[in-house]
């Protein structure tokens, strides 16, 4: 006869039941976290508007004039692109730039900063290689840098270090992804005034440190890249429905010769100081489709970015009234409004002139030392 061992416990078998039911839970969060895309979870209060208004340059001859609320709202719906279904193995959209229709972006392998910033270039390298003449490969960032103020003793995060060391991994940040062009969002004076101390006649901006308009909300333009050919503001709706000048410039791409309109822009959110502001964001996002509607007359290409203060809501009521496209692969048909999965609130759309590729979201180190935000970027192929 063979002889038997002591019974295990029975709760030995309950205690290692629970530790394989934890394993397998950790894995499946941490596939959960690394496969999809990682940023800001909740969004800060801006700093609050100064005292008064200010006071927008005066556009040129040829240029729009501000939208005035009465011109502001949105009329019938357009229709608007559908979309591909092609991803890179990032997990970053993948389109042909000359159909002007996206990608879904999907859940793909972890990425480290220096991958996703290698993505960027290595895209703009290709779209540049592939573009024929007349069109214009560039790559465009969106990036709200937290405002100086908020690092201050008195501000939301003062254990940080002041605007202008922050403004020194935010260059940087832009090299890396090879940005050529960018909408700021919190770009106090502090900063701007740093960002023209580190690079020089190497960037212009507006309306930057020259007065001419409130310089939170700028637009940057390699100057090798980039010639500007007409500025102006528009007038939007921010906390407790207070004006703000909004950046509006008209820049011609040197190599392609093409002209592409860029706008910039800070939607009001919901913060302890200042409640409910959804309907200024509403407000707002009115005249940026009437803004589009004007600039894209006579056919030359509309670039927005912003800190949007709203996800999916945002796309959807712009797509209903405009046929654009945006970098993250959010789309309409026929059956609606559809993003990818998980959406956030720093955006860059077009109007369909424009393709993008290679869309990422740098949360990495080097964002992190800038900003609360992600630095956003993507490859742009605008067709002649």
């Not at 596939?31 to 040129?60: C, F, H, I, L, Q």
């Not at 407790?240 to 910039?264: I, Y």
């Not at 796309?315 to 692969?329: F, I, N, Q």
Request: some cysteine; proline content about 9%.
């Amino acid at each position: 006869m063979g002889t038997t061992g002591t019974p295990r416990p029975r709760w030995l078998d309950v205690v290692l039941g629970l530790v394989i039911l934890a394993l397998v839970l950790a894995v499946v969060m941490a596939m959960r976290y690394w496969g999809g895309e990682r940023g800001v979870t909740a969004e800060e209060a801006p700093a609050p508007p100064a005292t008064g208004s200010s006071t927008p340059t005066a556009p040129s001859q040829s240029a729009p004039a501000p939208v005035s609320p009465s011109a502001s709202e949105p009329g019938s719906p357009a229709p608007s692109p559908t979309t591909g279904s092609t991803t890179s193995p990032s997990g970053s959209p993948t389109t042909s730039p000359k159909s002007g229709k996206n990608g879904v972006d999907r859940p793909g392998p972890p990425q480290s900063p220096q991958q996703l910033a290698s993505q960027a270039a290595s895209d703009l390298a290709k779209a540049a290689e592939d573009a024929v003449p007349g069109e214009a490969a560039f790559r465009i960032g969106n990036f709200n840098v937290l405002g100086a103020s908020h690092t201050r003793t008195t501000g939301k995060a003062p254990g940080r270090p002041s605007g202008a060391i922050r403004m020194r991994s935010a260059v940087r940040l832009l090299e890396s992804h090879r940005v050529d062009v960018v909408g700021f969002q919190e770009f106090e004076p502090e900063q701007s005034e740093a960002f023209d101390r580190i690079t020089g006649a190497t960037w212009d901006s507006f309306p930057g440190t020259s007065g001419a308009a409130d310089v939170r909300r700028t637009i940057a333009w390699r100057t090798d890249v980039w010639e500007m050919v007409r500025t102006t503001t528009v007038a939007m709706p921010y906390f407790n429905g207070n004006t703000v000048h909004s950046p509006v410039v008209l820049l011609r791409h040197r190599d392609s010769g093409r002209e592409v309109w860029f706008a910039n822009f800070h939607q009001a959110a919901n913060t302890r100081r200042f409640h409910s502001q959804e309907q200024n964001r509403d407000q707002g996002t009115a005249r940026q489709v009437a803004l589009v509607r004007r600039l894209h007359q006579g056919g030359t290409p509309v670039v927005i970015t912003g800190d949007m203060n709203e996800r999916e809501e945002y796309w959807c009521t712009m797509s209903a009234a405009l046929p654009l496209v945006s970098a993250d692969g959010s789309s309409r048909d026929v059956a609606g409004c559809h993003t990818p999965g998980r959406t956030w609130i720093d955006w860059i759309v077009g109007t369909q002139e424009v393709g993008f590729s290679g869309y990422v979201r740098d949360r990495g180190a080097l964002a992190r030392a800038a900003s609360d935000h992600p630095l956003v970027s993507v490859t742009a192929l605008v067709s002649p």
